[in-house]
């Protein structure tokens, strides 16, 4: 059963930064492409990030601030955000990208709040 768990989100100025963590289990995590989703309020989820065997790509919306990591060790996947913006204000999410698309199950979702 694929568990994917998100956290580290918060409130921060506009050129803060945050840090958000997803831990996955009940799949073998090092086998897919995993990604960052984000869904700000009353528009629709959208793909930021994208990490598979050393290769990353991102959102132009977030390309040179963001940068997506994991460990296939501890199936876990990072997200460093900086210099935000307001306009990252959203509930960020992780799951499987790619061809196939998100699994079905997701997570909780962290808060991003950007506000001074």
């Known amino acids: 059963q694929v568990q994917l768990v998100e956290s580290g989100g918060g409130l921060v100025q506009p050129g803060g930064s945050l840090r958000l963590s997803c831990s996955a289990s009940?799949?073998?995590?090092?086998?897919?492409?995993m990604g960052w989703y984000r869904q700000a309020a009353g528009k629709e989820r959208e793909l930021v990030a994208t990490?598979?065997?050393?290769?990353?790509d991102y959102a132009d919306s977030v390309k040179g601030r963001f940068t997506i990591s994991r460990d296939n060790v501890k199936n876990t996947m990072y997200l460093q955000m900086n210099s935000l913006k307001p306009e990252d204000t959203a509930v960020y999410y992780c799951?499987?990208?790619?061809?196939?698309?998100?699994?079905?199950?997701w997570g909780q979702g962290t808060q991003v709040s950007v506000s001074s």
């Open positions: 799951n499987r990208a790619g061809s196939n698309g998100p699994f079905a199950s």
């Open positions: 009940g799949f073998t995590f090092k086998f897919y492409i």
């Open positions: 990490s598979f065997d050393g290769r990353t």
